[in-house]
Antibody, heavy 122, light 107 residues
Framework: QVQLVESGGGVVQPGRSLRLSCAAS????????MHWVRQAPGKGLEWVAV????????FYADSVKGRFTISRDNSKNTLYLQMDSLRAEDTAVYYC???????????????WGQGTVVTVSS | DIQMTQSPSTLSASVGDRVTITCRAS??????LAWYQQKPGKAPKLLIY???SLESGVPSRFSGSGSGTEFTLTISSLQPDDFATYYC?????????FGGGTKVEIK
């Protein structure tokens, strides 16, 4: 079935790095733009980054610009989020999500992963 | 950036009530508005896309309306499974933004 599975979360010290992965299955991964969304404990949803279906376009929230890098490997059906210079305020559940329509510039998110927890603490 | 403002932030209601949640965009987004339901410890679930289109498998008691800058999500008859937090999202551009959320609680 159509599925996204995140991995790579954990506890990390401030200033260190972490790489999240999102493995896709059940659909043609290379045809869909993909996003990362996070949710701090007890807070709402915050969009983090997007990458177009072919990897040619990438955009970031101001809160992570210059520190996080989104990428994808369409041959491995996998989305990544490289997180550098982590801060306490990056502590959150990180979700990957697929847009609804193939090759869409922008659209709703119809498929979400289960989330992976990132805790930044000394 | 486009700001999304949801109201109310909390709503107390009873089973069978008609419930309406409002979402306002800081600039026109056409009909590029989605609604999600989230339960504790779970990922968000898409309910409505393009302002009024019902996602497959979502009960018909959920409906959406609006365009431009003002949108509403309506639950026609609240069911026990509907107590959750609801978020609107503008998807007019690649860089989406979410509303602050509306928690629907049992009265």
């Amino acid at each position: 079935q159509v599925q996204l599975v995140e991995s790579g979360g954990g506890v990390v010290q401030p200033g260190r790095s972490l790489r999240l992965s999102c493995a896709a299955s059940g659909f043609t991964f290379s045809s869909y733009s993909m996003h990362w969304v996070r949710q701090a404990p007890g807070k709402g949803l915050e969009w983090v980054a997007v990458i177009s279906y072919d990897g040619s376009n990438k955009f970031y929230a101001d809160s992570v610009k210059g520190r996080f890098t989104i990428s994808r490997d369409n041959s491995k059906n996998t989305l990544y989020l490289q997180m550098d210079s982590l801060r306490a305020e990056d502590t959150a559940v990180y979700y990957c999500a697929r847009v609804t329509a193939q090759r869409a510039v922008a659209d709703a998110f119809d498929i979400w992963g289960q989330g992976t927890v990132v805790t930044v603490s000394s | 950036d486009i700001q999304m403002t949801q109201s109310p932030s909390t709503l107390s209601a009873s089973v069978g009530d008609r419930v309406t949640i409002t979402c306002r965009a800081s600039q026109s987004i056409g009909r590029w508005l989605a609604w999600y339901q989230q339960k504790p410890g779970k990922a968000p679930k898409l309910l409505i896309y393009k302002a009024s289109s019902l996602e497959s498998g979502v009960p018909s008691r959920f409906s959406g309306s609006g365009s431009g800058t003002e949108f509403t999500l309506t639950i026609s008859s609240l069911q026990p499974d509907d107590f959750a937090t609801y978020y609107c999202q503008q998807c007019n551009t690649y860089w989406v933004t979410f509303g602050g959320g509306t928690k629907v609680e049992i009265k």
